[in-house]
């Protein structure tokens, strides 16, 4: 899917709906701080409008997704409590820092973006097949709607990559395309642990 190198394991989705509680714990968490990162880099951007105008769209729908899985917790007297560490998130973010010399670094964070949109996508898809839409109408269509969003967030994180990095297409198609390979080394690894009703890990 995308520019993925690494597909999820199938039984990523099983676990899931198993403990359902937990994943939608950790996508409250996940929207919440996908909102975070968008409004953090339109701030250190103040100069690039139409960055920062995409960049407050894209977390203003993230924080809609936030409180409709708020909601969901609400309504099944869940608490949201602290996050757990994003090792997947922390570890992209690492192997994305060694960049070539005068690499811009805001195409590498918007790349970053691009890749976590893009395994949510991946994951919603396969949570979607183990959904039951009879028993559980809500939720697929639920996630029938983000799997689309997430699709839509991935193609803006790289469209932005191009057109505010100050660097040609090929070369950020380039340098996905490596982000991509570490980021399914990554999830390879992270895969061999037990399930912790994590979204990415």
Known sequence: MFCLKVRSDAAWAKEAVAHFDKVLVDHAHCEMKAASNALSLAARHPDDLALVRALTDLAKEELDHFQ???????????????PEVDTYAAELRKASKERPAGWPVLVDRLL??????????????????????????????????????????YRT???????????SREDVEARLEHLSVLEGQIVSRLAKNE???FIHG
Do not use: N, Q, W
């Open 157 to 167: 994180f790289c469209d932005l990559a191009i057109s505010a990095g100050g660097v």
């Open 112 to 153: 970053v973006g691009a890749l976590i949109e893009a395994r949510s996508c991946e994951r919603f898809k396969l949570l979607l097949g183990e959904l039951d839409p009879g028993r559980e109408p809500e939720m697929h269509a639920f996630y029938s709607e983000l799997f689309a969003a997430e699709a839509r967030h």
């Open 195 to 197: 399930f912790r009703g």
């Open 68 to 82: 409709r899985v708020l909601a969901i917790l609400e309504e099944r007297g869940i608490a949201l409590g602290t």
